[in-house]
T-cell receptor, first 113, second 110 residues
Framework: KAGVTQTPRYLIKTRGQQVTLSCSPI?????VSWYQQTPGQGLQFLFE???????NKGNFPGRFSGRQFSNSRSEMNVSTLELGDSALYLC????????????FGDGTRLSIL | QKEVEQDPGPLSVPEGAIVSLNCTYS??????FMWYRQYSRKGPELLMY????GNKEDGRFTAQVDKSSKYISLFIRDSQPSDSATYLC??????????FGKGTKLTVNP
């Protein structure tokens, strides 16, 4: 069974640009969650999508947004990039029932110049 | 007070040692407890997932949860150099939002 796949693995952008990251969940999983990982703050929850609807949201500004498609694949968008957005962005998938573990992809490393 | 506190280490042990990793949490609503292992340049890999207080064993790994004191532990027996990684504890309270500790970096020396 294929795991969670994230593309691209690495991205370099400049301040003010926008970026879109992609996540393909494990087959059969309907929930996709996104996390930001930085050395200072660790792993922080961005948002969760289930059946194409945002179900939970963390404490990030509106520049961070996402969506989920009917095949459960998800994208995350960050607009007007800031230097502080440099991080590893991780996607995790699960059944979405709240009592099953989440499985993570290897992330997209985003660097802002 | 952070929701999940984890000693960041780093922790360095000789091969074969027993390793103890610990976290405390503050929110009684947390129901599920996880340990993830993260190698450099990789995503977190699920090691243990538990709901109730008590011990759960999987090979060389034992997860322990004490809900009365809000304390979770991971024990690694007969540690190997391949266990060198960052270990993350995480909790979940009925939604899909995971709350993580900062992670403990472990090095097992041959």
């Amino acid at each position: 069974k294929a795991g969670v796949t994230q593309t691209p693995r690495y991205l370099i952008k400049t301040r003010g640009q926008q970026v879109t990251l992609s996540c393909s969940p494990i087959s059969g999983h309907r929930s996709v969650s996104w996390y930001q990982q930085t050395p200072g703050q660790g792993l922080q929850f961005l948002f969760e999508y289930f059946s194409e609807t945002q179900r939970n949201k963390g404490n990030f500004p509106g520049r961070f947004s996402g969506r989920q498609f009917s095949n459960s694949r998800s994208e995350m968008n960050v607009s007007t990039l800031e230097l502080g957005d440099s991080a590893l962005y991780l996607c995790a998938s699960s059944s979405g029932t709240g009592d099953q573990p989440q499985h993570f992809g290897d992330g997209t490393r985003l660097s802002i110049l | 007070q952070k929701e999940v506190e984890q000693d960041p280490g780093p922790l360095s042990v000789p091969e074969g040692a027993i390793v103890s990793l610990n976290c405390t949490y503050s929110n009684s609503a947390f129901q599920y407890f996880m340990w993830y292992r993260q190698y450099s340049r990789k995503g977190p890999e699920l090691l243990m997932y538990t709901y109730s207080s008590g011990n759960k064993e999987d090979g060389r790994f034992t997860a322990q949860v004490d809900k009365s004191s809000k304390y979770i532990s991971l024990f690694i027996r007969d540690s190997q150099p391949s266990d060198s990684a960052t270990y993350l504890c995480a909790t979940q309270g009925g939604s899909e939002k995971l709350v993580f500790g900062k992670g403990t970096k472990l090095t097992v020396n041959p």
